[in-house]
């Protein structure tokens, strides 16, 4: 299971900070990270991280998105900075083979809401 925290609505410009916790039996997958979706969108990876501690970031975030390790052994926590309302989607917390695609997925959060207004 994983669950996500701190989404909400700011103002552009503004920053958010996500984090995603999984726990219980999340065995499968070597990378973590987080995806969005946009009503009418296609989802779109946001950053992740891999078991070699590659970090992959989607052109869209990179320079104003940070992603980390938290402080527990399967957890994630997403930086945003200078948010833009073409940031505005739910976010989710993921689990899956790969960092630089979303292409299979094993484990999803519940999605958390970010919204930003001009």
């Known amino acids: 299971q994983l669950v996500e925290s701190g989404g909400g609505l700011v103002p552009a410009g503004g920053s958010l900070r996500l984090s995603c916790v999984a726990s219980g039996r999340t065995v499968r997958g070597n990378a973590m990270g987080w995806y969005r979706q946009a009503p009418g969108k296609q989802p779109e990876l946001v950053a992740a991280?891999?078991?070699?501690?590659?970090?992959n970031y989607s052109v869209s975030v990179k320079g104003r998105f940070t992603i980390s390790r938290g402080n527990a052994k399967r957890s994630r926590e997403l930086q945003m900075n200078s948010l833009k309302p073409e940031d505005t989607a739910v976010y989710y917390c993921?689990?899956?083979?790969?960092?630089?695609?979303?292409?299979?997925?094993?484990?999803r959060g519940q999605g958390t809401q970010v919204t930003v207004s001009s």
């Open positions: 993921y689990i899956g083979p790969s960092a630089a695609n979303i292409e299979w997925i094993n484990y």
């Open positions: 991280i891999g078991s070699d501690d590659e970090v």
